[in-house]
T-cell receptor, first 114, second 113 residues
Framework: AQSVAQPEDQVNVAEGNPLTVKCTYSVSGNPYLFWYVQYPNRGLQFLLKYITGDNLVKGSYGFEAEFNKSQTSFHLKKPSALVSDSALYFCAVRDRNYGQNFVFGPGTRLSVLP | EPEVTQTPSHQVTQMGQEVILRCVPISNHLYFYWYRQILGQKVEFLVSFYNNEISEKSEIFDDQFSVERPDGSNFTLKIRSTKLEDSAMYFC???????????FGQGTRLTVV
């Protein structure tokens, strides 16, 4: 069965500092990995994905994520945080061998302090 | 930019009543999904739909739930007899392929009283 862990409920970072939101996953086959962001009272907005190829993927709003197969991780990063990045971030996985549904992690609330 | 639209944005219903949540997926997408989120917490998979039939469903998606694509554009989720614990934000999503990213609507907040 697929699962996603986001070990931190909350991440606080000062504006202008780099940020990392952690994600680890478990799948039986090869993963497709995704990051989504949710602003208050809004839907889930796609940020970036890893399907195959380069382990470092770049997405919207300056975010990037690094796929690490040996550590089964897909951490979200940004070199310089903005106050407007404050939101709820979800990591999600799809198992190529299992099915089509996304399995989401529990979410990490990011607060960027001015 | 194409987007998934959901109506209504908020639905209040009495326990035991039937509700239908409506979604218009992105027009060239082939895969459709319903997820729900309780109190801004974990996003839970309900069902996926492809080629006019359910392709996967979760344990949550029991006999009181059903989905339908009544025409070429709408995708609906019906809850036959609502319970208090069905109160949640329901998200519709669609994707172009079976393993590409999904795009989510803004959600319908269902409140069962």
């Amino acid at each position: 069965a697929q699962s996603v862990a986001q070990p931190e409920d909350q991440v606080n970072v000062a504006e202008g500092n780099p940020l990392t939101v952690k994600c680890t996953y478990s799948v039986s086959g090869n993963p497709y990995l995704f990051w989504y962001v949710q602003y208050p009272n809004r839907g889930l907005q796609f940020l970036l994905k890893y399907i195959t190829g380069d382990n470092l993927v770049k997405g919207s709003y300056g975010f990037e994520a690094e796929f690490n197969k040996s550590q089964t991780s897909f951490h979200l990063k940004k070199p310089s945080a903005l106050v407007s990045d404050s939101a709820l971030y979800f990591c999600a996985v799809r198992d190529r061998n299992y099915g089509q549904n996304f399995v989401f992690g529990p979410g990490t609330r990011l607060s960027v302090l001015p | 930019e194409p987007e998934v639209t959901q109506t209504p944005s908020h639905q209040v219903t009495q326990m035991g009543q039937e509700v239908i949540l409506r979604c218009v997926p992105i027009s060239n997408h082939l895969y459709f999904y319903w997820y729900r989120q309780i109190l801004g917490q974990k996003v839970e998979f309900l069902v996926s739909f492809y080629n006019n039939e359910i392709s996967e469903k979760s344990e949550i998606f029991d006999d009181q739930f059903s989905v339908e694509r009544p025409d070429g554009s709408n995708f609906t989720l019906k809850i036959r007899s609502t319970k208090l614990e069905d109160s949640a934000m329901y998200f519709c999503a669609s994707s172009e392929g079976g393993f590409t990213e999904a795009f989510f609507g803004q959600g319908t907040r269902l409140t069962v009283v």
